[in-house]
């Protein structure tokens, strides 16, 4: 079967129905103003790969911007526009007019094919209009530049100068120009990530050049390191990247310290470990869910441990943090591990739950995995139970409220914070398994007090 065609079944296959629709409806649309429109860079690389992926980038050749906003005519929804990068991103109605519905709050991005060029390495590039040809050429990888067009005619053609499809043949991660990494040198860090994802390899070229350049990371903002760590650790090979960017040498422009350690090595791998052995038990908190997902809190452990015994390792957590999670995270792991009352108590004996929530209440789950990461001689016995009380943690049923409390005479107070406190502990200690139970304990309570 010729490529286009198995690329049309695939497409059929492979994406959600409203979204194949919705391409066909786009494909429609461009016909009906003349202007050529494909998908592009990674949901092609993954259709040729046969490999799932849902996020939709479309180009034009023409005006993005106002293409998004016919169709948001048409179809409803809202475009955000960015006129100086000529991109769009059309948000769907939730509603959606189409035969099936989409996703609700299904987002597409829709730009005016565009060059880029830089002032500067390593500087956000300026753009300006140009062909599929061009638009495609200033991109990462030669599997990450492949377009197919979805213009009625040709739906399903797919479009790849520079050799894509072979390369994906042969495994190979090919940059399409000399300078790629110097422009942008975070492709450094997203090489490796396609390498571990796929099993694929940088050819030599690339990776000489790769090598050449990873002194350019340095001149990245750490919100932009931050973000490709946070996309590499997040996928299911952490550990090998890690140890591949200490072959290319990146580590000295990140952490300012080239040699990542046997001992950091085998801490990354505990904490590892330790996630993979529970995402698949019933416990839901995002750091256990299976790596590779994106909204995965898995990233910020390898980055705690990689960061935290660096020089100025807490304000450079503190600087590479991206959100207030994470800031919490890069606080508390070290107060839990210098917690010596904690510590004690857990190493004296085998906690009970109640206890170990009186002392990790009020503590996030990463900062939690992470201490036990890096705690050494910590017994597999004791880990498993910490992760136990997590798991029981997630799940701590509420019998009681403010509501039933004044039912039964208690007026609120303070007292009400205490109270709910100590049942939440008598809870997760396994002493109430009911209703009847929690009114029971409540009647005493409140008798004793
Ligand atoms: N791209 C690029 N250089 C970058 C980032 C992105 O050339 N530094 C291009 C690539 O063509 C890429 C596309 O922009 O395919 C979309 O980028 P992104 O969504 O970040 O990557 P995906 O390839 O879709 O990767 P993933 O599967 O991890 O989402």
């Known amino acids: 079967k010729p490529l286009e065609r198995k690329l049309k079944d695939r497409m059929k296959k492979q994406m959600e129905l409203p979204i194949y629709q919705l391409l066909l409806h786009i494909g429609e649309k461009a016909d009906e103003i003349g202007v050529n429109a494909?998908?592009?860079?990674?949901?092609?690389?993954?259709?040729?790969?046969?490999?799932?992926?849902?996020?939709?980038?479309?180009?034009?050749?023409?005006?993005?911007?106002?293409f998004a906003n016919l169709l948001a005519e048409q179809y409803g929804g809202t475009v955000r526009g960015h006129e100086k990068f000529g991109t769009a991103t059309w948000k769907l109605p939730n509603e959606c007019l189409l035969e099936t519905m989409c996703r609700p709050g299904l987002k597409i991005d829709i730009t005016t094919a565009r060059r880029e060029y830089y002032d500067y390495p390593a500087a956000l590039p300026n753009v300006e209009r140009s062909t599929l040809r061009e638009d495609l050429f200033r991109r990462d990888f030669t599997i990450n530049a492949m377009a197919i067009q979805i213009n009625k005619k040709n739906f399903g053609m797919l479009i790849d100068y520079f050799h894509g499809s072979k390369d994906i043949k042969e495994k190979k991660i090919k940059v399409l120009y000399n300078l790629s990494f110097v422009e942008d040198p975070t492709r450094i860090l997203r090489a490796v990530r396609f390498e571990k994802r796929f099993?694929?390899?940088?050819?030599?070229?690339?990776?000489?050049?790769?090598?050449?350049?990873?002194?350019?990371?340095?001149?990245?903002s750490e919100v932009r390191i931050s973000n490709e760590l946070r996309m590499l650790f997040n996928e299911q090979h952490p550990i090998e990247s890690i140890q591949r960017l200490s072959e290319l040498g990146a580590w000295e422009y990140i952490?300012?310290?080239?040699?990542?350690?046997?001992?950091?090595?085998?801490?990354?791998?505990?904490?590892?470990?330790?996630?993979?052995?529970?995402?698949?038990k019933k416990i839901a908190n995002s750091i256990f869910r299976s790596h590779n997902s994106r909204d995965s809190r898995a990233w910020i452990g390898y980055f705690v441990i990689l960061f935290h015994e660096l020089d100025n390792g807490h304000e450079r957590l503190v600087k590479y943090a991206l959100n207030n999670e994470d800031l919490e995270v890069v606080d508390q792991f070290v107060v839990l591990l210098n917690h010596q009352e904690l510590l004690d108590a857990i190493r004296a004996e085998i906690p009970t739950m109640g206890m170990l929530h009186k002392f990790l209440k009020e503590y996030r789950y990463e900062s939690i995995v992470i201490m036990i990461a890096l705690l050494d001689h910590l017994s597999e016995r004791l880990s498993e139970r910490i992760i136990e009380?997590?798991?029981?943690?997630?799940?701590?049923?509420?019998?009681?409220?403010?509501?039933?409390?004044?039912?039964?005479?208690?007026?609120?107070?303070?007292m009400y914070a205490k109270l709910f406190s100590d049942l939440e502990l008598a809870c997760i200690d396994g002493n109430i398994k009911s209703k009847e139970d929690a009114l029971r304990w409540v009647e005493q309570y409140i008798k004793k007090q």
Do not use: W
Not at 257 to 278: M, N, S
Not at 389 to 414: A, D, W
């Open 199 to 220: 099993g694929y390899a940088m050819d030599k070229q690339t990776r000489d050049l790769a090598i050449n350049s990873v002194d350019k990371i340095s001149s990245v």
């Open 255 to 280: 952490i300012g310290e080239g040699v990542i350690t046997k001992d950091k090595i085998h801490q990354l791998q505990t904490f590892k470990d330790l996630c993979y052995a529970y995402h698949t």
């Open 38 to 66: 494909y998908i592009i860079g990674g949901v092609v690389r993954d259709l040729v790969i046969g490999y799932p992926n849902e996020d939709i980038d479309i180009v034009i050749e023409g005006d993005g911007i106002q």
């Open 389 to 414: 009380y997590l798991m029981k943690r997630e799940q701590i049923p509420q019998y009681i409220n403010g509501e039933t409390l004044k039912v039964m005479g208690l007026k609120p107070s303070p």
